[in-house]
């Protein structure tokens, strides 16, 4: 149980934060609740500056030299640390598992791709394997339902490390949706080039959301959340949506996402 | 809907508001999906037959003409003949000739993605024969002028009280005060038809699930008992299958047999899975006197060795269209294209060539949920992908879509300048969502705003509140 900051110890392991840019340019308190939990389990964080995409939307709409212009500035920015955290199951998966092949064959990047990998985590995922973090001390009462992000759970295996943090919460109770498996009908691009395919994807997300009852929206991924939150908004749901690391951290001073003070 | 036609933006729209089509895809969503799921949970080794099936097919592959010679060796040496088609024009003019050299008025056909591939019906129809499919989804869209919007429930998109209108409409000489609101009356009506039909074909046609090169047999998986009607009972029986239907062995076929319809139906097997071998010999019973087998290639052999080498492992399960999000919303039909579905998306560009089918990979939100349950483990999302990216290297550099993506690429390639230009237009953001927090139009959002609110940033950058010193 990670009660609260200790001061680093000498030994402690040294982070660099891939902020994102959707936490960097919407969300600032989704990589402030990443910083807190990272810290409160005895990790220093540090914040390269020419950090910036991950370049996910470039290699998911086959602009490949693109995406790996961008690989490459994000190997350089974060090689030198211990290990990279992402508050996102997709960008960690874009540089776990997409950068190794996408500079397979590139002499000067290839070898170093394949080593950022081998480091680069999830937050969660990261907390609750390499950390061995249990809970946190934590109460809020609410009931929450929870969005597993298609790329942090088919490419990273990120199920139930969240659930695992989130059932040490004293008063939060924790409803399954009927079909966890389901995409919200984000897929980036996707979400504006077939606007009305993914609309109908994520109503029926959020009817789901709806049917469990609960009144909290939790989830990892920035992306699949402002698509689940604006659509939830624009159906005049009073479901709150939030981050997950914003419940597990107790950064709870902004508002959820999509609503206002 | 006939394949390849309409425009696939105009055709998801109609087939989002089509209240009928989305009732039966709810059924389709709700049975396959958790069937499929309950015949996982029930056999302990389904990953590892996932696996097993999964080498059999790239072994296979790595060796086709092996066992495609050793199959056609085998199909003679039962007394069968093997065709080889080019293409689907040729496919068909192998089968219209066989028809011809046997003389036949009537054709029977057992359900077959292989002949809706080379647009067989039509061409037999246009040359005089009477072309009759007896498998029961098939008959239905049948005669409703349609092609299957599924590869193996072609029907899905139906509901009973369609079918009823078509079954009395159709079936003029029937009784019209008969009851048909059940769908047992349908069915018995349906067998009632074909079964006159089975009986006075001169040609049945059906498709393979498998080719076994060790004994020549093929093998095809039905729930209706059709297809064996339609291979047994006419004079000349024509197999259609594609190349990479063979398998080296019995025992790889019963391999494949086991986890094909678990993935596809959940069944644990298919009500029939029958093996056939040449013509009827002196001591059978019944039996075609003639027994033919085409096998299309179509372009599959030149995929060995190539990006898309592993489409070609694919059985044709459906499972990857049960689970695809864009699929369960719009169904079969909206793709205009023979095969739809994630496995559609990467093969209809190579069948049908790139420009056909351009924005079929891009109809996509690469969820991956697919590849999870591909029995044969076909990485389809990242096939998805490598057509992405032939279509973005292919098109014009000042396209659209291409432009608003290089400025992007660039931007976040200069931190600094990122910065500058972000800053002003998130604070913009920001004060448009004002108190509420969100934004329920933009000038050039629309696409995202029609669907759904944008959730507004907080107002400035997590860079700009850390690099100020700012910690939580
Ligand atoms: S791609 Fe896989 S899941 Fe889809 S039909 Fe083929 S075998 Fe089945």
Redesign the pocket.
Known sequence: MVKKKKSPAPDAIRIGLFVTCLADLFRPSVAFAAVKLLENAGCIVEVPETQTCCGQPAYNSGDEAGAKALARNVVSAFESFEYVIAPSGSCAAMIRVHYPELLKDDPQFGARAVDLADKTYELISFLTGTLGVRGVDMKLDARATYHDSCSGMRELGIKAQPRTLLASIDGLELRELTDPNACCGFGGAFSVKYPDISGKIVSVKTKDIGDTGAKLLLGSDLGCLMNIAGRLKREGSDVEVRHVAEVLAGELAAPPIGEGD | MLAGTGNFTENTRKALEDAALQKALGNVKRGFIAKRAKARAALPEFETLRDEAKEIKIHTLAHMDLYLARYEAQVKRAGGQVHWARDSGQARRIIAGICKAAGAKSVTKGKSMITEEIGLNRYLQAQGYEVVETDLGEYLIQIRGETPSH?IAPAVHLNKEQVETDFRSHHKNLPPERPLSKVSDLVNEARQVLREKFVNADVGITGANFLIAETGQSVIVTNEGNGDLTQTLPRVHIVAASLEKVVPTLEDASTLIRILAR?ATGQDISTYTTFTSGPKREQDLDGPEEFHVVLLDNGRSGLPGGEFEDML?????????NHCPVYQSVGGHAYGSVYPG??GSVLTPLLQGVSEARHLPHACTLCGR?EA????R?P?PAMLRRWRMRDFAKKPPLAKAKLGLKLWVFLARHPALYRLITTPVIKILALTGGRKGRICALPFGGAWTDQRDLPAPQGTSFMARWRKGERP
């Open positions: 590869i993935s492992r694919c059985i044709r399960c459906g499972a990857c269209l994630p496995m697919c349950v591909c029995p044969v076909i389809l």
